[in-house]
């Protein structure tokens, strides 16, 4: 994937992250309970992170040509799409599955740090 794909991605993640962050703090203020209102937050939270962190694998992605940050990229994107959308639906549904989902996409936003971390092992700055 080219660094502009990367950039795509990133910015699709935050600007959805944003839409959500807003729609949790001001059309789901007065429907979530509080515990639910912190699994939302959460979700959004690592959200903005990841997406945050696609923009790294962009930035990588033109430096480097190794397979490890393209899977660190496609990992950030699995852990986005699994950690916080089951977070969300937990959230908006309040059924308890849901929180079963999550741990899945969290060991994907982990496998991603390693591969990153993989990837820039033996370079030099």
């Given at each position: 994937m080219t660094p502009l794909f990367w950039i795509r991605m990133a910015a699709g993640?935050?600007?959805t992250g944003v839409i959500a962050?807003?729609?949790g703090a001001?059309?789901?203020?007065?429907?979530?309970?509080?515990?639910?209102?912190?699994?939302?937050e959460t979700g959004v939270r690592y959200q903005l992170i990841h997406g945050l962190a696609l923009l790294a694998i962009a930035?990588?992605?033109?430096?480097?040509?190794?397979?490890a940050v393209q899977r660190a990229g496609w990992a950030f994107t699995?852990?986005?799409?699994?950690?916080?959308g089951s977070l969300y639906a937990l959230a908006?549904?309040?059924?308890?599955?849901?929180?079963?989902?999550?741990p899945l996409g969290g060991l994907a936003f982990l496998f991603g740090w390693g591969w990153l971390l993989f990837a820039l092992k033996n370079r030099s700055a």
């Open positions: 993640f935050m600007l962050g807003a729609f001001h059309a789901l203020k007065n429907s979530l309970s509080d515990p639910l209102k912190i699994v939302f930035w990588l992605t033109d430096r480097m040509s190794q397979n699995a852990g986005i799409v699994i950690f916080s908006l549904t309040g059924t308890p599955t849901w929180g079963a989902v999550t």
